[in-house]
């Protein structure tokens, strides 16, 4: 038998009461989206706004956000195994391009597919 979790008896409680349910707190205390705007966390949010500043100043051209890389192609049935990138920009003159990801914590499957990415031949920078 499954066991409810808070967040669930929480919105039912909400049901039942006819009021709105309270948000469950993210479980790596990361403020609710809408506080931060549309950024996964303060620091990402940051990150961008020094990038978009630096591409407004011209030091670096064609800044992207939530870049793909797929790391493993789709198979039959069995899905792509894919990478988002934060950010991707490419300096300005030389055209070298860096892959930037805004990272407070390293879960086991990001340390894996930053693994991935360095064996396709690019390098994630964590800041």
Do not use: C
Not at 50 to 64: H, N, Q, T, Y
Not at 113 to 119: F, I
């Amino acid at each position: 038998m499954r066991r409810e979790t808070n967040s669930e008896r929480e919105a039912w409680t909400a049901l039942v009461e006819g009021r709105k349910a309270e948000p469950a707190a993210n479980k790596y205390g990361v403020a609710p989206k809408s506080e931060r705007g549309q950024y996964a966390s303060k620091h990402e949010a940051e990150v961008a706004a020094s990038l978009a500043a630096l591409e407004r100043g011209r030091k670096i051209v064609d800044l992207r956000e939530q870049v793909r890389f797929v790391l493993v192609p789709k198979n039959g049935k069995l899905r792509a195994v894919v990478y988002v990138a934060d950010f991707a920009y490419r300096d300005y003159g030389t055209f070298v391009t860096h892959i930037v990801d805004a990272k407070g914590y390293k879960t086991p499957v990001y340390r894996l597919k930053k693994r991935l990415m360095q064996e396709l031949g690019y390098t994630v920078e964590e800041v």
